[in-house]
């Protein structure tokens, strides 16, 4: 067994700590850009406002939360460079895409301009509000091309630029810092997908809109995500119900039928991130990557997708000809105890052209999660 104090992952105090804070694993969870494992102290949050619920009642308790909860909105508009009244809690990404887009109310046939390997599910969305998806340029991996995005937007527009930041099918990381600058001198706003992104990369880029979940990389409860919208975009925004007097109007996008207690979880995991220091999280988790990416290139004949230092955990490997990669994911998980996920081509119509398996260990991970996986593929 390999040592975990493995001088390839720097900040191993960080990765016993985020181990330590955590249930035992029941295998080796290398999936967090599906969901991440969440912490002792999350899941006990939880559990205490639900049962809060049960003993005062559910909106007396959520009352008595309400301080709690807005010192979550402060400290995730701090993540995406904004402030507590810029922040609302969905359910979701898509809910928070969804709520965005009910609100902004463009005309039918706008114009967004995003990514060719963009989510089918945020395609899907687009254009279920008559909007026109159109593709940024990129290079050959698939990173969009800054200069190209620059022409684009002097020659042509568009109504916005949609970016998601990480891809749920590859670990690239887009250069938003970059295109977010352009947008802004275009007068042209920037929606930034930082489902992948939030908890792991850096996410105050200057964008418009930031929108996010929970149960990644913050590894808070499923069921709860954030929309992050800055005041002159949300003063454009026009909720389906008027927010109360006297609240900030992005409290009108969340619902008040929510699962509060998974609110609470959330603010907790996040309240973790932070104490863990988000610029040592991101060094670590780039770390991992590089690490699980050398381990598993070639191996078994997979081959990785990114190139070896792309500072994400995110890895994905193409199979070699005629393996199954669903039967693939399920044998690792029921023969060797290890999670990963099985991306089909559908997931990025766009950019895909035939089916990966995802790894993305969190924190916690060792070399020695990523050589049992090398020897198991």
Known sequence: MTDPQDDRLPHEDLGASWRKARPRPAGRHLDSAACSRQSHRALEAAA?????????????????????????????????????????????????????????????????????????????????????????????????????????????PPSFVHLTHIPSHRG??????????????????????????????????GADVVYGT?????????????????????????????????????????????????????????????????????????????????LLDGVGGWRVMEPVDEPTATTTLAPPEGVDVVGTRTRLLTEHGIVVSAIGPERAPGEMTGPVLRVSPHLDATIDDLEALAAAL
């Not at 800054?146 to 684009?152: P, T």
């Not at 001198?185 to 939030?198: E, K, T, Y």
């Not at 949300?234 to 909720?239: R, V």
């Not at 979880?265 to 991992?288: D, K, S, T, Y």
């Open 48 to 156: 205490h406002h639900a049962r809060h619920e049960a003993e005062l009642g559910g909106y007396v308790a959520e009352a008595a939360s309400d301080d709690l909860l807005q010192q979550g909105r402060s400290v995730i508009g701090g993540l995406a460079g904004m402030a507590a009244a810029d922040v609302a809690f969905v359910e979701s990404a898509q809910a928070a895409l969804i709520a965005l887009l009910t609100g902004w109310r463009l005309p039918a046939g706008s114009r967004v301009a995003c990514l060719p390997g963009e989510y089918a599910p945020n395609i899907a969305q687009l254009r279920t509000y008559g909007l026109r998806p159109e593709p940024l340029p990129v290079d050959g991996l698939g990173r969009a091309d800054v200069a190209g995005v620059e022409r684009l937007l002097a020659a042509d």
């Open 172 to 205: 690239l990381l887009q250069p938003a810092a970059e295109i977010a600058a352009l947008c802004r001198a275009a007068g042209v706003p920037l929606v930034l997908d930082a489902a992948q992104s939030m908890g792991h990369a850096d996410t105050d880029l």
């Open 214 to 294: 929970s149960r990644k990389w913050l590894a808070g409860p499923r069921g709860v995500g954030v929309l992050c919208v800055r005041p002159a975009l949300a003063a454009q925004l026009t909720p389906v119900l008027p927010e109360p007097e006297g609240v900030p109007p992005m409290r009108a996008f969340e619902s008040g039928e929510a699962h509060v207690a998974g609110r609470v979880g959330l603010v907790v995991a996040v309240g973790e991130h932070l104490a863990a220091g988000p610029h040592l999280v991101r060094e670590r988790l780039g770390a991992i990557g590089r690490a699980t990416r050398e």
